[in-house]
């Protein structure tokens, strides 16, 4: 647990980069601190590891105020990763991140035995190791800068903007994983970004500051999606929040109704036979869906109905797993306005229908599930 109190950081030339700021990090969390450029996130981020020291104030680590510790030991607890993964140059991916275990004692070849461990545990091919860091995308740096930060196993794990400077889709799969990593590791992580989606998938809790150091709102992603403090927050957290708060709701309450399903490979007046409300779900052998056919697209075709004859459906949502965002989503993007609901496996359960997510949704409220 880190407990900021109170804690002030101004620089030589009068700038409050953070001011009074107070707030607890839970342990084996990731919080996410973000905000607008220039609002004192990396100030707060690095007062933690004393690469920068406040100005006033106390940050307690489990208990013990950071400045009990000489920096340097303080520093083998807490990892620290940034935006362009600040690799050496000119040693090979595998030393970059053996580097640490050897400081910390381990032997050359102990030390390489982990870092291959490592490479491979932020999804890298072990060949990787070999390469210098100018020979890898910017994604991949991004892991073995992960996997470095990593190497000394430590229980805290600052984040600086990590995955900025990657484009979209590879930040996507950076941050898929490091969910995945944290669902394994358990480690405090504070991450800093001044991406608000990012915050929101990534967060157990969010700290929204506002320039000047101030912390605007402290909460999880889903009461700042339903509740923020201020005029300040709701613009920054953006539009469609009413939307992207479906996403934390889950579709289990939903009723599934029944849908029309077909095997690929029936035979077409078969399938006709089958349609419900115009339209059928063509399913492989194993009950998955493969797309849909009506009344019209199967007017063209002869004998059996095939791949190629389909429909391209929506969007699906898991009935265990999914969220009413999931599940309005589905129903609005399927061409037969009816969402598919599938089991773990991927196997068609049934559909829905907006109206009915939407009811699902009232009575969510009403319940009290969704702070209003
Ligand atoms: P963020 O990471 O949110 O963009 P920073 O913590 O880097 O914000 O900076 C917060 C404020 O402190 C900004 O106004 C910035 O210009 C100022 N600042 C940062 N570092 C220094 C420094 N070494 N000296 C003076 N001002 C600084
Ligand atoms: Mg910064």
Redesign the pocket.
Known sequence: MIEFQAVTKQ???G?V??DSLSLTIDAGCITVFV??????????LRMINRMIDATSGTILLDGTDIRAQRPAQLRRGIGYVIQHAGLFPHRTVLDNVATVPVLTGASKAEARRRAAELLERVGLPAELGKRYPAQLSGGQQQRVGVARALAADPPVLLM?EPFSAVDPIVRDGLQDELLRLQSELGKTIVF?T?DIDEAIKLGDKVAV?R?G?KLAQYDTPATLLAKPADDFVASFVGRDRGYRALGFLSAQGVPVGPVATVPLGADVEQARAELDSGWAVVVDAEGRPLGWVSEASLSTVGGVVRAEDLVSGGSLFQVDDGSLRTALDAALSSPAALGIAVDAEGAVVGGVVADTVVKALADARRSGEVPT
């Open positions: 620089y030589d030339d700038t980069a953070v905000g607008p450029s220039g609002c004192g996130k990396t100030t707060s600086d800093v001044h500051l320039v150091g």
